[in-house]
């Protein structure tokens, strides 16, 4: 019998989106497959709904100091879920990298919003000065791969995406709700204001369609924008708010296309989400895109006419169907983190 397997996983500035939706899963999934693993996982006070599981012992946080008293302590067999690495060196450990606004140059960085440009840049500056406190990290392609070793320059880089996806017994609806859907929080770099602005010029030319949205409530132009095109009576944009992974699967089966118009990802999890579900992809012309999957359709997301004109044209015709291409590497990630002690096969 196999002795039991401590792992760390210190996620305690995970609060929403595709990382807790990874969090998430990681969690579940070496629960129910791995027994003999006992984690030990540190989360933000406002995730105390996560499931409570056996072999799970959570740690909830809420001030700032007790986060970074967590960070400058040594926790060895750890995963640093967060992008952001311990303060001290800690042994078989690693930091799991999903953000975008820590790989951009500075001089792209400045113009996002302010209050964005002082977080991720003083993050950048602490990553340099500690990646080294871990002994690898954990990325979802190639794209974010190359650009973290150049910008931090630390090379022990190991692409491990991994994803979880819905249950294809909710693909059960012959009659589609939705033409469209885009599930995704309201990040700048998220491509909301083009998206409303492409289907805005749809409502005036009197072009027919359905769209779901996911925006968070705090976000009132947004809103305020859906609702002024809403009352043109031409086009019906639900805003569904922030959903559960029940729920977005829910949404995949009752829409035809996901529509994807974000300017920079390193993944995309909707992208590998809705291919699984038979959905067709219609997606910003950019390298993340291709990484992920095989699109039905692309467009410039920075050109409000040519996202508007791909959305005529696939509500207009048939189109190829779109292919996924990527492989989920949970297991590999997980025979890393445990030395290959669970014989876990990669």
């Not at 690495?85 to 113009?111: A, D, I, Q």
């Not at 500056?125 to 931090?152: A, T, W």
């Not at 300017?263 to 895109?289: C, K, P, Q, R, W």
Request: glycine share 2%; hydrophobic share 40%.
């Amino acid at each position: 019998m196999i002795n039991s397997i401590k792992i760390n996983i210190i996620a305690p500035n995970i609060k929403s989106g595709g990382a807790k939706e990874l969090l998430e899963y990681l969690i579940e999934y070496i629960n129910f497959n791995y027994p003999s693993i006992y984690l030990t996982v540190y989360l933000d006070v406002s995730l105390k709904k996560i499931p409570k599981l056996n072999n799970v012992n959570y740690v909830y946080m809420k001030k700032v100091i007790e986060k970074i008293y967590l960070f400058n302590k040594q926790i060895n067999n750890a995963i640093y879920f967060g992008n952001l690495p311990p303060l001290r060196k800690c042994e078989n450990s690693m930091v799991y990298f999903h953000n975008p606004y820590l790989l951009m140059p500075f001089k792209k960085l400045k113009k996002e919003p302010f209050k964005f440009i002082i977080k991720y840049f003083l993050q950048q500056i602490y990553i340099k000065k500690f990646i080294h406190n871990v002994d690898f990290v954990g990325c979802q392609n190639e794209d974010v791969k190359e650009p973290f070793i150049k910008l931090y320059d630390f090379y022990n880089v190991k692409v491990l995406p991994f994803f979880r996806l819905c249950n294809k017994r909710l693909n059960f609806l012959d009659t589609k709700v939705y033409d469209f859907c885009y599930v995704s929080l309201a990040h700048p770099h998220k491509g909301h204001n083009i998206l409303l602005d492409a289907i805005d010029i749809l409502a005036d030319k009197n072009i027919v369609l359905t769209i779901a949205l996911t925006i968070e409530d705090k976000h009132k132009d947004l809103i305020q924008k859906i609702d002024s095109i809403n009352k043109k009576g031409v086009v019906r944009i639900n805003n569904l708010g922030l959903l559960s992974k029940k729920e977005v699967c829910k949404l995949y089966a009752s829409s035809k296309a996901l529509i994807f118009p974000s300017f920079h990802e390193t993944f995309g999890l909707a992208l590998i989400e809705a291919v699984d579900m038979n959905l067709d992809v219609i997606a910003s012309n950019l390298n993340y895109v291709y990484k992920v999957v095989k699109p039905s359709l692309v467009f410039n997301p920075n050109d409000v006419n040519d996202i508007a004109q791909t959305m005529i044209k696939y509500l207009n015709g048939r189109v190829d169907k779109s292919i996924p291409l990527i492989e989920n590497k949970i297991e590999e990630l997980i025979s890393i983190m445990t030395k290959g002690e669970l014989n876990v096969q990669k």
